[in-house]
Nanobody, 120 residues
Framework: QVQLVESGGGLVQPGGSLRLSCAAS????????MGWYRQAPGKERELVAT???????KYGDSVKGRFTISRDNAKNTAFLQMNSLKPEDTGVYYC??????????????WGQGTQVTVSS
């Protein structure tokens, strides 16, 4: 059993910052890619950022230069530092971890989502 728990969302003014966290727990052998996606009302889920176990990052075009993804492998946790937030960053943010379990099962697990609202 593997579980991802997100935290750090909330309401922030334009230009402000937030830091999201996503901690995985359970029967984990290894984690490859950690990532963040978001979904705004009426829109499809889109890539925010991903980070492989080898340190390779990928960012969505709309967040490049403003958001930074990082990870703490010892704590099975991914972070998303979001700076210079804009109203269009508003949405539900989901984390995902590519996890291999102790039993050898490989699967992309998802968090429950955390709301980020950027508004004055």
């Amino acid at each position: 059993q593997v579980q991802l728990v997100e935290s750090g969302g909330g309401l922030v003014q334009p230009g402000g910052s937030l830091r999201l966290s996503c901690a995985a727990s359970g029967s984990i052998f290894s984690i490859n890619t950690m990532g963040w996606y978001r979904q705004a009302p009426g829109k499809e889920r889109e890539l925010v950022a991903t980070l492989t176990s080898g340190g390779i990052t990928k960012y969505g075009d709309s967040v490049k230069g403003r958001f930074t993804i990082s990870r703490d492998n010892a704590k099975n946790t991914a972070f998303l530092q979001m700076n210079s937030l804009k109203p269009e960053d508003t949405g539900v943010y989901y984390c995902t971890h590519g996890i291999t379990t102790m039993s050898g099962f490989r699967y992309d697990y998802w968090g429950q989502g955390t709301q980020v609202t950027v508004s004055s």
